[in-house]
T-cell receptor, first 113, second 109 residues
Framework: DTAVSQTPKYLVTQMGNDKSIKCEQNLGHDTMYWYKQDSKKFLKIMFSYNNKELIINETVPNRFSPKSPDKAHLNLHINSLELGDSAVYFC????????????FGDGTRLSIL | GENVEQHPSTLSVQEGDSAVIKCTYSDSASNYFPWYKQELGKRPQLIIDIRSNVGEKKDQRIAVTLNKTAKHFSLHITETQPEDSAVYFCAASMEQFYFGTGTSLTVIP
């Protein structure tokens, strides 16, 4: 069983479109995250979310919004896609936010034409 | 916030030699230090972690050391093998993870 699963694995779309990436975890964790990994491989935190608090990295454009229908899901919505949004997006989860390992999904490679 | 620096950015070693990757952090309140391995096209996977009340931890060929006073921690891989080739990320955690910039390790057969 995949612990953290994301769909789709690949997403190719045109500039200006709106798209969503879904993430589900079956680990029973209470915190989920979205990361962006660019071509230089830097892992940049975008959001962390548990059932109490959403923490947003202040550098993330407001075109990006997380949506959590329940504790096991954290979807990422992106409006008005731009060329610079091309990257691999990773979802992750952990139990708590402090001293527990994060478990990553397999990533979604987003390519903007 | 926390600032994590990781060195070197690239590292090549001969098979069988040791590899060492170093990270420094800025916030003395950080208390959890995981290391992740990311193979090409795959997700980051936890390989070892250490908490601030421990100075060293070992798991077969992998070890991590932590110096809280100097605020640095290191990953040691002994008897390297070609399958160790990957990008390695350190992280320091207080209220959230702060990742280093990654080290691309190549083990030459």
């Amino acid at each position: 069983d995949t612990a953290v699963s994301q769909t789709p694995k690949y997403l190719v779309t045109q500039m200006g479109n709106d798209k969503s990436i879904k993430c589900e975890q079956n680990l029973g964790h209470d915190t989920m995250y979205w990361y962006k990994q660019d071509s230089k491989k830097f892992l940049k935190i975008m959001f962390s979310y548990n059932n109490k608090e959403l923490i947003i990295n202040e550098t993330v454009p407001n075109r990006f919004s997380p949506k959590s229908p329940d504790k096991a899901h954290l979807n990422l919505h992106i409006n008005s896609l731009e060329l610079g949004d091309s990257a691999v997006y990773f979802c992750a989860s952990s139990q708590g936010t402090n001293d527990q390992p994060q478990h990553f999904g397999d990533g979604t490679r987003l390519s903007i034409l | 916030g926390e600032n994590v620096e990781q060195h070197p950015s690239t590292l090549s070693v001969q098979e069988g030699d040791s590899a060492v990757i170093k990270c420094t952090y800025s916030d003395s309140a950080s208390n959890y230090f995981p290391w992740y391995k990311q193979e090409l096209g795959k997700r980051p996977q936890l390989i070892i972690d250490i908490r601030s009340n421990v100075g060293e931890k070992k798991d077969q060929r992998i070890a991590v050391t932590l110096n809280k006073t100097a605020k640095h921690f290191s990953l040691h891989i002994t008897e390297t093998q070609p399958e160790d080739s990957a990008v390695y990320f350190c992280a320091a955690s207080m209220e959230q993870f702060y990742f280093g910039t990654g080290t691309s390790l190549t083990v030459i057969p």
